[in-house]
């Protein structure tokens, strides 16, 4: 039986399978009863929606009312070319504001919380966001990792990549800024879903990842999942596997890396491994979530037999676009008062607190 880079006892595939198996049949709801779960919603211990990494350096990013180039909602949705806006705080801002940023507050009595431009189940935002930044846009933000602050609007520098190694990015991939990287935060649904949450984290990952898309559609870019890299080496890019930098607080569980650039930039030869190993002068610790939580030992038991290996490229190829969006969009596209897509984005809300 093998180790994968971290330590993690690498799980035989017919154990894995079994596994995986075994959490899809308790993890559903049945018409006899439903899956697992907390049985009510302790107010008192729900976890900070907002991730922090003290003592990390903040850049705040500028919030523009609308892209360079205006774009209806529908043509996010087309392969015509368009030329890609440059890489500077004003578009990073806006692609992260329209991909995972807040897009209002909403208050009853007492209480006030936060909604986002992607959706979350039970608006539990479990997924938390990274760029891993080749290209600098600008004097402050050079290359590096970051991790995005939603609430402050804001990137918080946990690393940097040496001047020689970002250079060579850049030339080998020319177009190409960096990476978008997100994890997740299991407790943050496990408080509501209790055994289900780890199905919740990656419907989330998947809202996440299809937001930042759109957004980076609309400023001319491309978002291409790398669907080879491993887990070990997704966390080891985001800092993630770094035990000194979370102490106590909740650990973040590795999801992907996706290339951020102008369209048609190639990442096949990215050597994440490479870069990994290269982030220097880490910064920042992570903040507490929640004063204690409870763990699911059927998530546990089955996140070793979902841990992820180094993988060939698939076979497939991704659209270029987003699916279609229905005909009634598209043909709204066309009328007098086309919908901008910054606008539509920014008007999408979530439900919360239906527990009776």
Partial sequence: MGHTRNGMVAVPMNEAIQAVRAYHQVSKHHTQ???PGPGFLDWDTQPNPFRRYADAPLSELPLLSRPPQARTYAQLFSNATRTADALSPETL???LELALGLSAWKSSGPDRWALRNNPSSGNLHPTEGYLLLWQAASAELTPGLYHYA???????RRAELPAELA????AAHPGCFGALGLSSVLWREAWKYGVRAYRYCQLDVGH???SARMAAQLLGWSLKLDARVSDDCVAACLGLDRAEDFGAAEREHPDLLAVLGEPGVDMAGVN??????????????????????????QISHVLPALHKPDTPAPAFTAPTAPTAPPAALANHATDDRPTAACSLI?????AQRMDG
């Fill in 33 to 35: 009863g439903y899956a």
């Fill in 93 to 95: 801002g806006l692609f």
């Fill in 150 to 156: 939603p609430h402050e609007h804001a990137l918080e």
């Fill in 167 to 170: 250079a060579r990015l850049r």
């Fill in 208 to 210: 996440a990842l299809a």
């Fill in 272 to 297: 994440w491994d490479e870069i990994a190993q290269a982030l220097t002068h880490w910064t920042g610790s992570a903040n507490a979530l929640s004063r204690e939580q409870f763990e699911w030992p």
């Fill in 346 to 350: 920014r008007q999408r809300r979530s």
